[in-house]
């Protein structure tokens, strides 16, 4: 075990542990709001673990299917959070979760990565022409993803069939990731992989077993995870769709919250942007379909692309916010601390539900 780094057994320890405590708590019918806390830590961590076995197996499939592979595994904490979710008839800490993980990345990360950089590196330039070309991925996959929400609310005819547009809409948006997947392998393979790339340390043999067995631990943790939610959440007084929007999308995405902000600080703003923005877009184009398409075989309540009028337009309004702040290609910690505060009000707004 010689090729693990000191982080990699500070992850791989911190994963076993919170795991073994969340799933004494669990079986052993302990306080639920113990067992809700500690399961959603030990989900960060799986997360982190299954972002470092995802490096390991793509470096050696090269810098092209390095993205193919992050956006196919990256969000599977969440996906299983979501799934269990769904079979308990949690339909609200779904939307929240989906809507708060788009929210999350765009201000939160983003803004602690702007807020960080610039203040240890002072303003920052990245490539703007490559934060528009994303900003207009997201603009579009987001709202392909929320035309059965503005059809309900304007009770045009296609209301009334609003799971079959939802099913056209997630056919269309896996079908449009899809298509992109060889333009963003040749894109990777022309720019030479990732700056951050490193030399895979992990036997080959490892990085799989280990990517499999995190991903078992990570469905058992998020089944323990749901089953104390309710009343956890009564107990701390907690609504259900901020529980979504907060806590379920900020440690489905750990991954990406560590390590955009850590771009930033390294002076690696280009980067940065690409990993936070890139993340709301798979969650459009992937995990949102994915579950539309699966709900009705769960056995649970069916999922659809309808969400609350205010989930929509927060989601709306911060994607344009965000627009405005990249558009010149500069950020400094004042653009962060501004998207840090909308996150905190919108955060706020669904305390009570």
């Known amino acids: 075990m010689t ?5 990699d057994r500070i992850i791989v320890g911190a994963s076993a542990l919170l795991t073994l405590v969340a799933g004494l ?31 390991q ?9 390095t993205g193919v592979v992050q956006s196919a595994l990256g969000n599977l904490p969440e996906l299983f959070v979501c799934i269990f979710a769904l079979r308990s008839g949690l339909t609200e800490v779904v939307e929240s ?21 610039g203040l240890r590196n002072g303003k920052q330039t990245f490539d703007g022409g490559r934060a528009r070309m ?27 069939h609003e799971q079959v547009l939802s099913d056209v809409a997630s056919i269309v948006l896996l079908t449009v990731f899809v298509l992109s997947l060889p333009a963003s392998i040749r894109r990777a393979e022309a720019e030479g992989g ?15 077993m280990g990517l499999a067995i995190t991903g078992v631990l990570a469905a058992l943790v ?4 749901v089953d104390a939610l309710l009343p956890a959440l009564d107990a701390l007084h907690i609504s259900q769709a901020f529980a979504g929007l907060v806590i379920v999308a900020i440690a489905g995405n750990a991954v990406e919250n560590v390590v955009g902000v850590q771009l930033a600080r390294r ?32 056995g649970g309540a069916n999922f659809t692309l309808v969400f609350p009028p205010l989930l929509v337009t927060t989601v709306v309004s911060a994607i344009l916010a965000v627009s405005f702040v990249i558009v010149d290609g500069e950020s400094d910690w004042l653009e962060g601390v501004a998207l840090l505060g909308l996150y905190t009000v919108i955060a706020a707004s669904f305390w009570w539900g």
């Open 134 to 160: 994303l900003i207009a991925l997201m603009i579009l996959a987001v709202a392909a993803m929320l035309v059965p929400s503005l059809a309900s609310y304007v009770h045009t005819p296609a209301a009334a």
């Open 57 to 65: 197996v793509s470096d050696r499939l090269g810098s092209g299917a």
């Open 25 to 55: 708590l669990a079986y052993g019918h302990g306080n639920e709001t113990a067992t809700f806390i500690v399961s959603a830590f030990a989900l960060a961590a799986l997360a982190a673990l299954v972002g470092r076995c995802v490096e």
């Open 267 to 298: 002076n690696q703003p280009d980067t940065a942007v690409s990993v936070i923005l890139n993340s709301p877009i798979q969650i459009a184009l992937v995990l949102a379909p994915v579950l539309v398409l699966i709900s009705p075989i769960l």
């Open 222 to 225: 998020s089944d323990w995870f």
């Open 3 to 7: 090729y693990l780094t000191r982080s």
């Open 194 to 208: 990732d700056p951050g790339r490193h030399e895979a340390s992990w036997p080959m043999s490892v990085a799989v």
């Open 97 to 117: 979760a989906i809507i708060g993980s788009i929210l999350g990345n765009v201000l939160l990360v983003l803004g602690a990565a702007f807020l960080i950089g």
